[in-house]
């Protein structure tokens, strides 16, 4: 019926290109946990913001930026790139469900400098 690719059974850092929902009250910061929901899989990561400096390096933000696209980094099953994701900051019985970012998936690997 339904089966993992070789691939998709792998465990690595993903950047994507991440950005804060424009209804979520709050801005994201680094390190905290978010539940993310790529295609078929659920799973919680602690993503790193970052922005990329003269196309050299990523230069790690504290908090992600309003209105504006940055880079994220987390740890989580791979998945090919341009693969669309939807970031939620909690989901418990008592918590209120909002959609805390989106993005797409911009590359896989198994070590990221930042």
């Known amino acids: ?4 690719k070789a691939q998709e059974s792998q465990l690595g850092y993903l950047e994507s290109r991440f950005k804060l929902h424009r209804w979520h009250a709050k801005i994201l910061k680094s390190h905290d946990p978010l539940v993310f929901s790529i295609g078929w899989r659920r799973f919680q990561s602690l993503p790193v913001f970052s ?4 196309g050299l390096r990523y230069r790690m933000l504290k908090y992600t930026p ?3 696209h940055c880079t994220a980094h987390f740890w989580g099953p791979l998945v090919s790139p341009n693969t669309p994701f939807a970031a939620v900051k909690s989901m418990g019985a008592q918590s209120k469900f909002r959609i805390a970012a989106t993005g797409t ?5 198994q070590d990221v400098r930042i």
């Open 51 to 54: 922005m990329k400096d003269d």
């Open 105 to 109: 998936i911009l590359a896989q690997s």
């Open 1 to 4: 019926v339904g089966g993992l």
């Open 66 to 68: 309003e209105h504006m």
